[in-house]
């Protein structure tokens, strides 16, 4: 299909310059397994699982399936005092991978829903249980939790604040961020230093009260802002620092769920147990828009209380448990099952870290980053021009290499297919090398 110029020019696209784009744009028309097609027929590989997304590759013939006969049994059903057996299916099958006590979760159609949803459910957990002077929110410098108000009221990333910040919710403090070139530079896997910033934690209780803070929010390793991994023992204080004052942990795993990091949740492979945790992109391996709010037993045992007529929590979606969604993530699950993805991504890792640091001697690398199948390459700024280079890097990639990578500014970000092969990430690097050789 070839598009008209006013049909490109209608489309206002999400995080994207969008005057830039126009003039030269980048259209893909399909894709199947690791690789896009081009409007122009071009054949791109996807270095970055679409967004974080499609982990066991684009079109997956199981998920196409699935979703092709669930729209023909049933296309939607109200989720209001009704709901649909996908919906229940795979609810059950989600809270059977889940670690722990995690035997309740709430559907969404994205992530910033579903950081919208966990602040709510947190405040309305505290109100059940007597605590309703419990309203103060805490997130993270540099995290990202979605654009809905709530999300980019806790998340820490400038550029998603500074337009809306007349307006942003009340009541919420940051923790610092852990990204520190003079202790980490060039970590592999979590670096030693920066596990007391969590202390910050303690401080924030001690101005406020512990007892008015309702909940934290943290991605377990995060993601957009450029791959930062948590310091050893970090998320371990947190907890702790939770435990002592009565706060609700959440973990942001829009990203780190569904094996980005080797294992079904980063709660599992870091070992720290949250009271929440929000889920959504590899849910349906991107296939369908869903996402899903983890809860543990007593957080949603809470709220079942006064005349069982009565609806519990007044929060819901015209969408949420849609069920070609739910048989999208139905078959998602299986797959990850049936074919070990989450094994085939944690074998995938130490080969993927070197690789990837083997970028680290180019001149114009300061940093390199990884965590499971998270990877970050930050390029030094040109002088006054900040985000150019990455840009170019990104642009001559697309263009002349027919590889797919993302750029936040001047930080390149990679995230494989979780069954790749060894092969396709060192070719994936050696291209990025030799981009980076030419440009200055």
Sequence with gaps: MTLKADQIEAYWLPFTANRDFKKKPRVISGANGHYYTTSDGRRLYDAFSGLWTSGVGHCHPKIVAAVQNQVAEMDYCMGFQATNDKACQLAGELCEIAPGDFDHCFFTNSGSESVDTALKIALGYHRAIGDGHRTRLIGRERGYHGVNFGGISVGGMAPNRKVFSANLIPGVDHLPHTHNLEHNAFSKGQPGWGAHLADELERIAALHDGGNIAAVIVEPVAGSTGILPPPVGYLERLREICDRHGILLIFDEVITAFGRVGAAFGAERFGVMPDIITTAKGLTNG????????????????????????????????????????????AALQIYKDEGTFEQARALESHFAEVLHSLADHPLVIDVRNFGLMGGVELASRANAPGARGMETYKTCFWDENLVIRNGMDILQFAPFLNSTPDDITKTFETIRRVLDGIA
């Design 287 to 330: 296939v369908i828009p869903m996402g899903a709010v983890l809860v543990r037993d007593k957080i949603y045992n809470a709220y079942m209380h006064g005349p069982e007529h009565m609806i519990e929590l007044f929060h819901g979606y015209t969408y949420s448990g849609h069920p070609v969604a739910a048989a999208a993530g139905i």
